[in-house]
């Protein structure tokens, strides 16, 4: 599995981000195609190449339709995402929780993206609520609902989508000092919101010598939603490397995010919790990832909400649902339920399991994967043409298997039965291997 790195050692803010990502090679086309989805306007991008203290590397804007004064260099959206007076965005001011999460939910986007860029908004609104003494729901968003910062959380989301949802790790969080301008005031660095979002997930900050903010709310929520585990780059293998330019010039360090796209040449992971494996190196190309076991035993619960709860957490994201028949204490029937799911996903899995189902309890493992590569390919059969999955190993194609769902498509268009279109596309891959 990919591996992106995010080296924050000057901060990390939502425009930072998107940046570095587009320039691990995101099309920004695309990019904006997908942000179309969320139907808002009174806004375009203006994405440019440049130089932070002769490091090259993207800027990303978000320019403001009423904002024509800051068109070129405008830089409240990450300096000041929690400045509740710094611009006026008018109707958007009032945005709260609740309204944000219906444009994300009403959106065409994913299933991926809207699940993901909700859960970094519950982020800030939790902090902003626990600050403000509000319900999250209740949470009016001010600078960070205005249109530029939804852009920035999205995309964010839309540009991991489209990098490939890697395994994302990060380099310990440091943070500037100084003061920020709050709706009441000035406020010490790092911003309120910041300190209790980077808190809720248990994540370490030290300051350093900086006299600026450098980890904004909207940073702080992306690295506490992606990020698996915060350490030193442990073998990582740098295939590409990004830079993400801020607005400001620092005094003791460039205002850029650095981004590394790799893989890792051993199978531990950065500060995981799984134990060393000492294997000689077989020369296999084979990809290998960590991920969740989650497993619980049940004797009392029915057909019908087990078959429910399969479904529930596939469409939350699970990479595998199943359920074994088991015999259990006073040889009763039973059903051992195992869900498979990414590592950072655990607890989320596990609170679902234990709301949706029976369960009194969850067994939890962390185990190792090794994954043929994957590829997709299409054959021509008489019927049309289906996509193949393929599997290869040392270069050599080991499986190609045709994708059900194209297979079923084309049997629906040309009136056949199912069967006879994945035989003969299981005929026509023979050809691949």
Known sequence: MKILYLDIFSGIAGDMFIAALLDLGVDAAKL????????????????????????AGVKFDVHLAHDHEHDHGHTHHNEHEHDHHHHDHGHDEQRNFAEIKQIIARSKLSAWVKQKSIAVFQRIADAEGKIHGLPPNEVHFHEVGAVDSIVDIVGAAIALELLGKPLVFASPVV?????IDCAHGKFPVPAPATLAILGARKIPISQCDEPHELVTPTGAALLAEFVESFGAMNNLVAEKIGFGLGTRENVTRPNVLRAVLGMQSKVQSPKSKAPSVSQPSTGLDWETDLIAVLETNLDDCPGEILGAFVETALDAGALDVFHTLIQMKKSRPGALLTVLCAETE????????LRETTSFGVRRTIAERRKLRREFSVVKTAFGKVTVKIGKLGGKVVQATPEFESAKRLAAKKNVPVKLIYAAAVQAAKSLK
């Open 175 to 179: 943070e500037g000092t100084g003061w």
């Open 346 to 353: 655990a607890d989320k899995f596990s609170e679902l399991i």
């Open 32 to 55: 904006e195609r997908e942000l179309k989805k969320l139907k808002l306007d009174g806004y375009h991008l203006h994405i440019s190449r440049g130089q932070k203290s002769a490091i």
